[in-house]
């Protein structure tokens, strides 16, 4: 599913596939398959779905509940097709490789959308591209991660349809769409993210993934990007696109291996490499994510110049000095943050993109860290100059490449 709630046009990082070896790869792999023993008792249509892997929620992040099965709507495409008007033009929000995503209406309480008694919640509905490789593992996937899993920054899976050959999944609408279209957009009328909005999504998306990494049965997002998180009307944080989620390692072993998915730039350097693939490699791409918060820059960019294309190799040197941390700071942020508090967020990021997993911090331990950093105040000795922003640090005087176009949401 790649970017779900991403943004149409400008240039995508590229999904990894299993020969990749060099950051020029725009290869758009197909999925893994995945079965969690899915069953069709309707040779018409669908009418049940049966799990075949149980995983029970240990020491879970609070907020957070895991059900034995899903709670989910089973929606008619008769269902589907009222609520977003027969799919009409002008409720299409965007498109990719799994297929299309358009905004609906659906009744907030009664089971069908032409019922008149009540009130109607905007809801966006992903619709299956027929000829799409890896929708229907995707598919399966989504029902049986999101379904199941609840939590507050993760996205919250309303409901699905499978009739004939039609897949769908509802979702809530998420109106301020993914974090990547606000990092990077160019649009000079809408306030950029503050400091105080990107440590509040900092730490909301660090709960979500302790919150799956804290089951019995770990839960491996492995696709952590900036795309895949999106925001609500305040601005909250939620993780999207279960895709690519895999169960963690069981019996004593420290991984599972399995074949190589995910994007470019943000996937471990040991799951690219070896398909070894650890709870820690989910810790990984939230480094990056928050490198990427902290700089404004993309993960990967190939307009950069040569040895800055790939945003971590380039950065590692100056997250340890902190004489630099001034200079590699998204310069949209002065004025807005203390030092001591950036300064925190710089070391975290290089414990989270250590090469060995094991030297990476856990999910709970990034959420303690982040949290004692928002909770440093600005005084006139830690904060940063506003300088109206008429000095670019040499770190931004680079051409980013392409931005994202304003619509809020897409798949790839």
Same mark, same amino acid.
């Given at each position: 599913m790649g970017n779900f709630f991403s943004c149409i046009g400008g240039s995508e990082t590229p999904d990894l596939v299993p020969e990749i070896h060099t950051p020029t790869s725009s290869v758009i792999s197909s999925r893994n398959t995945f079965n969690k023993g899915y069953s069709d008792s309707s040779s018409s249509g669908f009418s049940g779905v049966s799990f075949g892997e149980n995983f029970s929620c240990g020491d879970a992040s609070p907020g957070g509940e895991l059900l034995e099965k899903p709670n989910l709507r089973i929606f008619s495409f008769a269902e589907m097709k009222s609520a977003t008007k027969n799919f009409k033009s002008e409720t299409l929000l965007g498109e990719g490789g799994f297929g299309r995503v358009y905004k609906g209406w659906i009744d907030e309480k009664a089971s069908s959308v032409s019922s008149k008694s009540?009130?109607?919640?905007?809801?966006?509905?992903?619709?299956?591209?027929?000829?799409?490789?890896?929708?229907?593992? =995707?598919? /399966?996937?989504?029902?049986?991660?999101?379904?199941? #899993?609840?939590?507050?920054? *993760?996205?919250?899976? @309303?409901?699905?349809?499978? =009739?004939? /050959?039609?897949?769908?999944?509802?979702?809530?609408? #998420?109106?301020?769409?993914? *974090?990547?279209?606000? @990092?990077?957009?160019?649009?000079?009328?809408?306030?950029?993210?503050?400091?105080?909005?990107?440590?509040?999504?900092?730490?909301?998306?660090?709960?979500?993934?302790?919150?799956?990494?804290?089951?019995?049965?770990?839960?491996?997002?492995?696709?952590?990007?900036?795309?895949?998180?999106?925001l609500d009307v305040n601005y909250d944080a939620k993780i999207s696109d279960f895709g690519l989620a895999k169960l963690g390692p069981c019996g004593g072993n420290s991984h599972v291996t399995t074949r190589?998915?995910?994007?470019?730039?943000?996937?471990?350097?040991?799951?690219?490499?070896?398909?070894?693939?650890?709870?820690?490699?989910?810790?990984?791409?939230?480094g990056v994510v928050l490198l990427e918060m902290l700089t404004g820059l993309r993960a990967v960019d190939m307009n950069r110049s040569k040895g800055q294309q790939n945003l971590v190799e380039w950065m590692k040197p100056s997250l340890a000095n902190k004489r630099k941390l001034k200079e590699f700071m998204d310069p949209r942020l002065e004025g807005q943050y203390s030092l001591k508090a950036a300064y925190e967020l710089?070391?975290?990021?290089?414990?989270?993109?250590?090469?060995?997993?094991?030297?990476r911090p856990s999910m709970k331990e990034a959420v303690d860290v982040l949290q004692k950093a928002e909770a440093i105040k600005l005084n006139k000795g830690n904060r940063t100059p506003n300088n109206n922003h008429h000095h670019r640090s040499p770190y931004h005087s680079q051409h980013r490449g392409p931005r994202m176009s304003m619509e809020a949401y897409s798949l790839s």
């Open positions: 009540g009130i109607k919640i905007a809801v966006a509905i992903k619709k299956l591209n027929s000829e799409s490789v890896q929708g229907f593992e =995707e598919w /399966q996937s989504e029902v049986n991660f999101l379904g199941r #899993l609840s939590h507050p920054n *993760l996205v919250k899976l @309303l409901g699905y349809c499978w =009739e004939e /050959q039609e897949l769908l999944l509802v979702y809530e609408y #998420l109106p301020k769409g993914s *974090l990547e279209n606000h @990092l990077f957009r160019r649009n000079t009328n809408v306030e950029p993210l503050s400091w105080n909005r990107r440590m509040s999504i900092a730490v909301g998306v660090a709960r979500g993934l302790a919150f799956l990494h804290s089951s019995d049965k770990q839960v491996i997002y492995r696709d952590f990007k900036a795309s895949n998180i999106l190589v998915m995910g994007t470019f730039g943000y996937a471990a350097p040991e799951y690219v490499a070896t398909g070894h693939l650890y709870v820690n490699s989910d810790v990984y791409g939230f710089a070391q975290l990021t290089l414990k989270c993109v250590r090469k060995d997993p094991k030297a």
